[in-house]
């Protein structure tokens, strides 16, 4: 596609359902990274892959989190058990090149908004 | 651990100064830095991006400068208009984990 997308754009839920959010990058890039943006938070850093493996994923804050990737293509960013905590706005990005190279540029798509009641 | 920190936090100017936001981070050891812009509800739109081996890259009013040994780096605004008001964020690519560790963000207003 011509951009990242992200489904869906707003998710309400209530607290200890399970939540999917999903993420597909610009057509041919091989890195995908999720990030998290709480309410007047900086953002934080989830997960990273390449291609379908998840070279990084340091920063899963529990083990309620969990991501994949398939086809090198669209991902999946899973939540479990939601907590209030959990709400923030959660923001994909892909980018043309592998990380370990002098790395391309990133590009974000507009977020998926998940509001835990 | 790399750490990236912008200043000012916020900043208020007319329309058509010219502006200058600052960006540092603690290991000079990057791949490249990156300069974004958000509004508001929205997500991030990439302005700019310099490789480590890059000074500076140029597009229209904006101008960015990396200096690697200094750990800093400078977005400038030329002729800043309203709809240049935004939140402007800086991150950097460390390592080899290929994240980007971002900065808090600078929110510009420009009024008219």
């Known amino acids: 596609g011509a951009g990242v997308s992200q489904s869906p754009s707003n998710k309400v839920t209530e607290k200890g359902k399970d939540v999917e959010l999903r993420c597909d990058p610009i057509s041919g890039h091989t890195a995908l990274y999720w990030y998290r943006q709480s309410l007047g938070q900086g953002l934080e850093f989830l997960i990273y892959f390449q291609g379908n493996s998840a070279p990084d994923k340091s920063g899963l804050p529990s083990d309620r989190f969990s991501a994949e990737r398939t086809g090198g293509s669209v991902s999946t960013l899973t939540i479990q058990r939601t907590q209030q905590e959990d709400s923030a706005v959660y923001l994909c990005?892909?980018?043309?090149?592998?990380?370990?190279?002098?790395?391309?540029?990133?590009?974000f798509g507009e977020g998926s908004r998940l509001t835990v009641l | 651990k790399q750490e990236v920190t912008q200043i000012p936090a916020a900043l208020s100017v007319p329309e058509g100064e010219n502006l200058v936001l600052n960006c540092s981070f603690t290991d000079s050891a990057i791949y490249n830095l990156q300069w974004f812009r958000q509004d508001p509800g929205k997500g991030l739109t990439s302005l700019l991006l310099i490789q480590s081996s890059q000074r500076e890259q140029t597009s229209g009013r904006l101008n960015a400068s990396l200096d690697k040994s200094s750990g800093r780096s400078t977005l400038y605004i030329a002729a800043s208009q309203p709809g240049d008001s935004a939140t402007y964020l800086c991150?950097?690519?460390?390592?080899?984990?290929?994240?980007?560790?971002f900065g808090q963000g600078t929110t510009l207003q420009v009024k008219p």
């Open positions: 991150a950097v690519h460390s390592g080899n984990t290929g994240k980007l560790i």
């Open positions: 990005a892909s980018s043309i090149s592998p990380a370990s190279a002098n790395t391309g540029e990133l590009f």
